[in-house]
């Protein structure tokens, strides 16, 4: 049992500690905090401080898979970590599309100040530019295109004049923190004895992308023996974690640094003490060092972060410039809590408070799991003074909050696996200490999954029974193979089947004075009484045979539209013709069977990235029912997260 156990703490194909990480089962949030300027046209006139306003939270569920795994012969595992955003309506303060706030032009204003020393020459044509575009220095937009981002001209034309240093077309805030691409992290599978110390840690990163360091601040690749003075713990990433495993049985004394590529560098955090958390599990409380963010001078081990600049940042501001569109910008902790009292001073509306924006991490020491965080970061403009455009003088020589957030997880209901390991563990030091009564523990545990199993077998019986009745009675549409693996123009050319009525089963849609495309209609008995059908094939001579991601309908056209049956591998087309055919508030309605859906509130969601707003459920029967309201016209450019369900048969 006890050998049993240390091998699932191994990162090994199929031990506990694999699956755990390779698709965490957990609920990470982040929430997010903007700050929206109250008082634009007094601070820009120089008459009051730049006045700010907390406004959130807004709320997304992030989703972790790390995919391409492979188990190197030099006892390391490479893979790439995938990170996926979805956003939470009823956590959040209100509608990210619809919610205006006023906010700095971040790329207008970045600009300017990263070529505050570039000169009259290079400054000129581009506040000219601004001037002559009528590009304002505080915007009034949405908070989505605030976050995910926006489209300026000046910019356009900014990136063609000078592409080495603005390589991009539109700006948001949270975009290029979550555009990471496809970076290889490779992680040390070796065990040192050692486990204080963090070279050759079990589960630290090995390299990041092929490299063990990080070129940005100035690391330089060696090759064999080789070593550079340029090199220092300060520009290293080896040895450091990326915060989804640590290694078992965890020493108090050790250090760890923690890694995220959206940080732009590791941040080490420090054992506290001992705690147990509401969930009833024991852990190690950590939090970040005193002077993670101090200059140089007060921590030798920053020397990197600040080799490019004339003078480093003050207290409390972590320079993020390479990582952040080469604008100069930084991160901090929100409110500038513990940073330098002079940055304060030039804003109003600021609240440090130690409760809400510290950051920590509970550790459960036994398995080496996160089982609570709360990463608080702020992220912030930097500007250098403007001696070209009086228009926005207002701006120089001040550090400008744009939003903080809270990435948090939660263990609240423990995974289970993670309690057994923590009971086996105190188990085992009974057992050493000659305690009987933890035998018994065993002999329950038993009986408990030998009666889990029972009921489980039954259950899936019962469904299956359940199931079967339902599909003998409903079209023989669902039970054709090609339709689920295929896309939808492949499924139009190879459908020649002659298919029994696909029963029209909501009462409530009844068209009246509105125009209804029925998407999906078997033999139509739902569609004779509206005026557009489409499907693969026509069954009869009101069905318009064609590939429902490529519909004949005009753009802004229909009311309302079904979408009965969801089958094809290419979803998400389906669902981008539904926005464009649909006028503004129009109705997207879907029915399908409840066992197509791994997570159907995760799907729900999804479709919010489509423009869509989920308006009615109904999921407590084999078939649920969604309404969805056209809460945005979205471009066909965009690239969408994808959308999929399991196989019909």
Known sequence: MWKLFLQNLQMAPHSFLFKMWQKPNIDIYLKIYIFNITNPIEFLSGKEKLK???????????????DNITFNDNNTMSYIPRRTVVYVPEMSVGDPMEDIVNVPNVPYLGILSALSDAGFIVNYPIVQLANLMNTKPILNISVYDYLWGFEDSLIKLASRMMPNFIDFLKFGLLDRLYDEGENIVTINLQKNADMVEEKGRYLS???YNGSPGMAQWGYIETEGNETREENTKCNILQGA???????SYIDKRAIFRIYRKAFCRPLPIIFRKEIWTDNGLPGYLYTLTDDFASPPDQNPDNECFCHKMKTCLKKGLINLTPCYYN????VSLPHFLD??????ENVEGLKPD?????????LQQTVGMPILFHSRMQTNLIMNRLRYNSKIAAFSDITIPLFWFDLEMNLKHANKNVRVAVRVDERNKKLERGVKESINFEHKMTKIEKLKKIIEKKMKRIKIKQLEEMLARKSEIMQKEVLCNNDSSQSKHYFKWNLDDFKAYQNNCRPTDNIIA????????????VPHVVHFIALNDRVKACDMASTPLQTNSIHVV???SLIGSNLNDYIIEANRVLKDSGILKIAEMENRFEDVKYCIRLLYNYGFKNTRKDLFNLFYFMDFKKAKVISIKKTFPPITLKSCL
Request: proline share 7%; with cysteine; aromatic share 12%.
């Open 52 to 66: 700010l306003q907390e406004i959130g939270p807004y709320v997304y569920q992030e989703y972790m898979v790390n």
């Open 205 to 207: 990163i090995d390299k």
């Open 241 to 247: 974690t990326e915060g989804i495993v640590f290694p």
């Open 327 to 330: 604008i100069p910008s930084a």
């Open 339 to 344: 940073a330098d009292p002079s940055l304060l």
């Open 354 to 362: 130690r409760e809400k924006h510290k950051s920590y991490l509970v």
């Open 518 to 529: 029925d998407f999906g209609c078997g033999e139509a008995r739902l569609a004779a009484s």
């Open 562 to 564: 079904f979408c009965l």
